[in-house]
């Protein structure tokens, strides 16, 4: 089913089903001997989601390599490895205050180290925010920080539900948008989006967000690709058709236009920094290459 301006979902539908395929591959890398990531709640919030190709995926059950997708580890691997330690450096330097766009199954408030008086802001549809929520209390899990959820549709006013949260425009931020900005979005969706967080960030802001670039195009192609590869799996949901395919600005220059200090990188250097053997890193980006991880500094 395509999206549209009012679509709905849940983890194992439409978009949402996305948070718990990358949930999936968190838990499978977790379980490598020479693992470069470590989560886990992956698995236990994957299995409580109910997308049973997913669950097997997460226990062990079943491995990428027989739903053809092999680099799917290695993928979403560097890219949990690049944004946790986005947030160590923010986090080091001093910043406090913390924003995760669209957090699906992230469990960062739970399982990075946070200094004493930080706190993080989960931004997230309420279904989401309360599925997580009653999972991680059952297994009693304890968030590392003060940890503050706001369950709204991004569609609608969420800078004004973030801030009767108790966000602070007064202090430096360290904002993640992960896996929001590489299609899902329409490009005046992703715009506002930059803009009212560009609006929210004091002096010395840090943002992290994987993004197309525009002579990129969209991943629709390659997710649909997967959709039917695993289909013959069990799971029907098409992911080329959650992708929106409308042109759409460089993310890196419309922030740099509004005050951003960025930094833009390739798969190709992430993969290489995390010692991913060659083969896999040219399988990773035959089919991902158009991705790109961008940090920013508010100036």
């Not at 838990?27 to 236990?44: G, S, Y």
């Not at 949260?165 to 993640?176: E, I, R, Y």
């Amino acid at each position: 089913m395509n999206r549209s301006d009012n679509d709905t979902w849940d983890l194992a539908t439409s978009v949402g089903a996305t948070a718990t395929m990358v949930a999936a591959a968190r838990a499978v890398a977790t379980r490598q001997a020479d693992a470069i990531i470590n989560d886990p709640f992956a698995e236990p919030l994957v299995r409580a989601a109910g997308v049973e190709l997913f669950a097997r995926l997460a226990s062990g059950d079943l491995e990428f390599a027989d739903i053809e997708t092999p680099w799917m580890m290695d993928y979403f691997a560097v890219r949990t490895r690049f944004f946790d330690g986005f947030f160590s450096t923010a986090l080091s330097a001093g910043i406090r205050q913390a924003v995760i766009i669209g957090s699906g199954l992230d469990s960062r408030a739970y399982r990075l180290e946070w200094p004493p008086g930080s706190i993080a802001y989960e931004i997230d549809q309420p279904e989401v925010i309360e599925f997580k929520d009653s999972i991680l209390t059952r297994l009693g899990a304890t968030p590392a920080t003060q940890l503050c959820t706001v369950g709204i549709d991004l569609r609608r006013d969420w800078p004004a539900a973030l801030r009767q949260a108790g966000f602070d425009p007064v202090q430096p931020t360290a904002w993640l948008a992960e896996g929001l900005m590489i299609g899902y979005l329409p490009s005046d969706a992703q715009n506002r989006m930059l803009d009212q967080l560009t609006a929210l960030s004091a002096p010395g802001s840090r943002l992290a967000a994987d993004h197309v670039t525009k002579r990129s195009g969209s991943i629709g192609s390659n997710m649909r690709h997967v959709a039917a590869t695993w289909k013959r799996h069990g799971f029907d949901v098409d992911f080329g058709d959650l992708t929106y395919p409308h042109e759409r600005n460089d993310v890196d220059k419309y922030l740099q236009a509004r005050g951003w200090y960025t930094r833009d990188r390739g798969l190709v250097d992430l993969l290489a920094a995390d010692g991913v053997p060659g083969g896999a890193r040219d399988t990773v980006l035959n089919v991902h290459d158009a991705i790109h991880y961008l940090t920013a500094t508010r100036n």
